[in-house]
């Protein structure tokens, strides 16, 4: 029973461990805040085809989805920067915040993404 315990609180400190997440998450108005600095890098990691519908000013789209994403980050973005990173809702934004940061990049994710950003009546580019 003792082994059993002990594997249990193991396995709970591995899993809390491995959901840390080592990257920032703001809302709609502090991205805003954010992205109106010029020394922060705005990156959009969905489709292009998703870019071309509209994307935010200046952004740089690389897609999270590609077998290549961390090294296409690599060539293109500086490591210096503060990399603020938004997708459609989220999700996949979180999920290339953490490989970036974990590549280096101090990252910060959009909450609820582009839908959330122009749900609030914010910009988009064409």
Not at 34 to 42: E, F, K, M, R, Y
Not at 77 to 97: E, F, H, N, Q
């Amino acid at each position: 029973m003792k082994k059993i315990f002990t594997f249990l609180l193991a396995l709970l400190g591995l899993t809390s461990a491995c959901g840390q997440k080592n990257y920032e998450e703001v809302n709609v108005e502090g991205f805003a805040g954010l992205i109106a600095d010029s020394s922060v890098v705005v990156l959009d990691v969905r489709t292009a085809d998703e870019f071309i519908d509209g994307h935010i000013k200046g952004a740089v789209n690389i897609d999270v989805k590609k077998d290549d994403f961390v090294e296409a980050a690599k060539e293109l973005l500086p490591s210096a920067k503060t990399l603020a990173v938004y997708c459609r809702s989220g999700r996949r934004s979180a999920a290339a915040c953490q490989q970036l940061s974990k590549a280096g990049y101090k990252c910060v994710n959009l909450e609820g993404g582009i839908m959330a950003w122009t749900g609030e009546g914010r910009p988009v580019t064409k």
